[in-house]
Antibody
């Protein structure tokens, strides 16, 4: 069955960088895009970016200068890296698979990984 | 960037009632819209894609409608398991913005 699972550091110091890995199973990364979404505590969802099956990427313009998404198809892993973290980057970070075909939407989500930015 | 305005922000309803949540896009998104349900402490779950298509396993009491800039999610005969937060998201050009969310609470 389709599964996605995020793993991250939990705590990041201000101004440092964040790296999160999304490990997927039940589908191939060459055939599906994977999105990253975050949710600050008690707040709504924010789309961060995605990597398509062919390896091309799209980013939220508000974060583009700090964000990088990559993947290793052979290891079924997608990577999120964000630089210069501040306290308002504290959030739960999710990876989610994009529906196949023409239409967007994210049909499978990981459980998320909580990231706290604090000294 | 396309802005998504979702309303209402919160709603207090009773089991058995019918609810409609709306999302307005700042420009035409040509039905490239999804709806998600999120329960407390859980990941979002896809309900509707392409504005009107129910995702696999979603009960038929949920329905999506709309076109252009105006979209709605309707829940008929609310069940106890339907309470939580709901979000719309467009997919017409990046960034794929979410609406602000609607929190559905038990009256």
């Amino acid at each position: 069955q389709v599964q996605l699972k995020e793993s991250g550091p939990g705590l990041v110091a201000p101004s440092q960088s964040l790296s999160i890995t999304c490990t997927v199973s039940g589908f191939s990364l060459t055939g599906y895009g994977v999105n990253w979404v975050r949710q600050p505590p008690g707040k709504g969802l924010e789309w961060l970016g995605m990597i398509w099956g062919d390896g091309s990427t799209d980013y939220n313009s508000a974060l583009k200068s700090r964000l990088s998404i990559s993947k290793d198809n052979s290891k079924s892993q997608v990577f999120l890296k964000m630089n210069s973290l501040q306290t308002d980057d504290t959030a739960r970070y999710y990876c989610a698979r994009r529906l196949t075909g023409t239409w967007g939407a994210m049909d499978y989500w990981g459980q998320g990984t909580s990231v706290t930015v604090s000294s | 960037d396309i802005q998504m305005t979702q309303s209402p922000a919160s709603l207090s309803v009773s089991v058995g009632e019918t609810v409609t949540i709306t999302c307005r896009a700042s420009e035409n998104i040509y039905s490239n819209l999804a709806w998600y349900q999120q329960k407390q402490g859980k990941s979002p779950q896809l309900l509707v894609y392409a504005a009107t298509n129910l995702a696999d396993g979603v009960p038929s009491r949920f329905s999506g409608s709309g076109s252009g800039t105006q979209y709605s999610l309707k829940i008929n005969s609310l069940q106890s398991e339907d309470f939580g937060s709901y979000y719309c998201q467009h997919f017409w050009g990046t960034p794929y913005t979410f609406g602000g969310g609607t929190k559905l609470e038990i009256k």
